[in-house]
């Protein structure tokens, strides 16, 4: 569920499962989307991008799916390591507008 | 490519004085730059947008007088908190586009962690 105040949502997952991460955004007219990772302590590091005009995209382990009929953006990372676990915030644009963030999942990858 | 750093990375202060945040392109020059703050456990809130030589934009209820934004070169934009106080304790970022290279992607720097006594 969606994060309320002070809490996360908080996904838990065994190293070596798949992790799936889901984000729905709220402006139809965001054309452009992109995941970020942010560890403790640290600022939002890229991952992975997407623009409208697409559906999926892969990268190293990680694949982006974008469903605009239903304004959902999920990231999917294969085989989840420890180091894997951070902070996953999908953020939203259109144009060269400013980037909208979503209220970020904490995913927790246990050895 | 595409590095942006922040100094200080923490900065401990007393109420009522200023402190002055540093972001620099290290790669690339950035016409446009972000700050961003950050509470606990909350999502990036944004702030101003940073334009190189002109005023910056600040967003709806963010005090343009307390958050100074100089954007003075194409590598460095400062944010200064003037008369800080607890309330303006927080995690600061910031971050830019990447001129001329038909880009969205904005690239953050590490963060700064303000603290008011």
């Known amino acids: 569920g969606e994060s309320v105040g002070l809490h996360l949502p908080t996904l838990s997952v065994q190293e070596g499962d798949n992790s799936i991460i889901n984000c729905a955004y709220s402006?139809?007219?965001?054309?452009?989307f992109i995941w970020y990772k942010q560890e403790s302590g640290k600022g939002p590091q890229f991952i992975i991008d997407i623009r409208s005009n697409m559906d999926k995209r892969q990268g190293q382990r990680v694949t982006v799916l974008l469903n605009k009929t239903v304004k959902h953006l999920s990231l999917q990372i294969a085989a989840t390591q420890p180091g894997d676990s951070a902070v996953y915030f999908c953020a939203e644009t259109s144009g060269y507008s400013t980037l909208t963030f979503g209220k970020g999942t904490m995913l927790l990858v246990s050895p | 490519g595409a590095v942006v750093s922040q100094h200080p990375s923490r900065v401990i202060c007393k109420s009522g004085t200023s402190v002055k945040i540093e972001c620099r392109s290290l790669d690339f020059q950035a016409t446009t730059m972000f700050w961003y703050r950050q509470f606990p456990k909350q999502s990036l809130m944004l702030m101003a947008t940073?334009?190189?030589?002109?005023?910056?934009?600040?967003e709806q209820g963010v005090e343009k007088d307390k958050f100074l934004i100089n954007h003075a070169s194409l590598t460095l934009s400062t944010l200064t908190v003037t008369s800080a106080h607890p309330e303006d304790s927080s995690f600061y970022i910031c971050?830019?586009?990447?001129?001329?290279?038909?880009?969205?992607?904005?690239?953050f720097g590490p963060g700064t962690r303000l603290t008011v006594l």
């Open positions: 402006n139809s007219a965001s054309d452009y």
């Open positions: 940073s334009n190189e030589g002109s005023k910056a934009t600040y």
């Open positions: 971050s830019a586009h990447a001129s001329g290279t038909g880009s969205d992607t904005q690239y």
